[in-house]
């Protein structure tokens, strides 16, 4: 979504001349861009640059007095599609790990529900610190996203890690950010037929899994999780009750989901899977890429390519087929199943011959290698089927978008069943 709304927040390091040039990279590619600082921020830099480089009023003060328009505390947060906080102090990490909110950036940090992104600039001391490093493990698990500080000259005199990101590596990592989220008004242009998914509870699997061969080795697939991770992110927005099962990816979690469970293998997929049919589902998004075969004893200690020889033999045993041996074993009558078809030829006969065979109520057919589709972040392209054949073929259109609308094709087509 290069039309995104970037709340860029700005706390007291010297580093805040370089959130300039952030602001500026921002507007030259498309986004669009408002500030809040801290006061220690305006130390540094005044809101007037920023006021100039963005063309909105920055916000400050929590009171609104040091402000030329006053703000409610929180509008710019509820005007965000993303934030990104850069530079981040050590202490402003602290304060957004323990929920506290006590000037402008952190009390938009916390009303904000949308995807955060972190560009730390400190002390090479202070990013060390085990509280800073706790602090930055524990926003990581709960979904937060890091550009992370680099090694270079540091205003303190030393050389170490510490200098924040350069303002392109942050525009990149932004760009990447802002391809999974859905634009508020693409969201609101595929909102499903009312009442359709609201409570509705969705079981969303995502990306590839990992096999391991040995501690430092693994069999994996190209799957960025990106089409899965913009499933859930849609189906919560249209009001469905979310549980993401994730394979191992680079994506920012999306905020307010339910539960959200990381796998490694084919087989803990399947565990996982189980578990949460048990607890009750009405529907089973199965995007994610499962290893076909993985090996049955990985080896306990890196294998040696010393003792491997000229030609390493891998002997790989099937993992389970999670559609064909696992769901029907927990399925109830209710339970809608939407799988994911990959195929590179004869891809609709294919993919309805799956759909068959594992029992499914809908197949999304792709091809990632057709124009217009592809792995990662980029546009693609889909056709959804149905037991009475093809229900809707998509135009080539970026995920985020893609996964509102087939959304609201199968929401569609199950009220007129
Ligand atoms: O790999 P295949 O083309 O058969 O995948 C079709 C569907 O089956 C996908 O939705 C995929 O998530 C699912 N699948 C599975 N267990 C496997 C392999 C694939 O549930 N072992």
Redesign the pocket.
């Known amino acids: 979504m290069a039309s995104a709304r970037i709340l860029l927040l700005v706390t007291g390091g010297i580093a805040a001349y370089k959130a300039c040039f952030l602001a500026r990279l921002y507007m030259q590619a498309g986004f669009s861009v408002k500030v809040a600082m801290t006061d220690a921020a305006t130390r540094f830099v005044t809101p007037m640059t920023f006021q100039v480089l963005t063309g909105h009023p920055v916000a400050t003060d929590l009171w609104g007095e040091g402000q030329s328009v006053a703000l409610d505390h929180i509008e710019y947060a509820r005007w965000a599609d993303l934030a990104v906080v850069a530079p981040a102090t050590a202490n402003n990490l602290a304060k957004l790990t323990a929920g506290i909110a006590d000037d402008m950036v952190t009390t938009q940090l916390l009303a904000f529900p949308g995807p955060v992104l972190v560009a730390p600039a400190m002390n090479d001391n202070m990013w060390d610190h085990p509280a800073t490093q706790a602090n930055v493990a524990l926003l990581k698990q709960r979904g937060v996203h890091f550009v992370e500080p680099a090694d270079g000259w540091l205003a303190c005199g030393t050389v170490s890690k510490g200098r924040m990101a350069e303002p392109e590596d942050i525009l990149a990592a932004t760009r990447e950010l802002a391809a999974v989220i859905p634009a508020r008004e693409e969201l609101s242009a595929t909102k499903s037929a009312p009442g359709f998914w609201p409570g509705q509870k969705v079981l969303v ?1 995502a990306g590839p899994t990992h096999e391991p061969i040995d501690p430092v080795r693994f069999l994996g697939n190209r799957s960025s999780g990106a089409m899965g991770y913009a499933l859930a992110q849609a189906a919560m927005q249209q009001g469905a009750r979310v549980t993401l099962i994730t394979g191992p990816t680079e994506l920012p979690v999306p905020r307010g989901l339910e539960q959200v469970v990381r796998i490694q293998t ?1 087989c803990e997929l399947s565990d996982a899977v189980a578990t949460a049919l048990q607890e009750g589902c009405q529907w089973l998004i ?5 290893a ?1 075969f993985g090996l049955p004893q990985p080896s306990a200690g890196k294998m040696k390519k010393e003792d491997l020889g000229d030609n390493w033999t891998l002997t790989l045993s099937r ?6 041996e696992t769901v029907p074993l927990h399925r109830d009558d209710d339970l809608k199943v939407v ?4 195929e590179t030829e004869d891809v609709l006969t294919r993919a309805e011959a ?1 759909r068959k065979a ?1 029992s499914m109520d809908y197949i999304v057919a792709n091809n990632p290698i057709a124009p217009g589709s592809g792995f990662g972040t980029g546009d693609h392209q889909v056709t959804l089927l149905g037991a009475q054949g093809v229900i809707w073929a998509s135009d080539s259109q970026p995920k985020a978008r893609l996964a509102g609308q087939l959304l609201q094709q199968i929401a569609d087509h199950e009220n007129k069943a």
């Open positions: 699997t084919a199965m995007t994610a890429a499962v076909d993992n389970p087929d999670i559609l064909a799988g994911f078809a990959l799956k594992k």
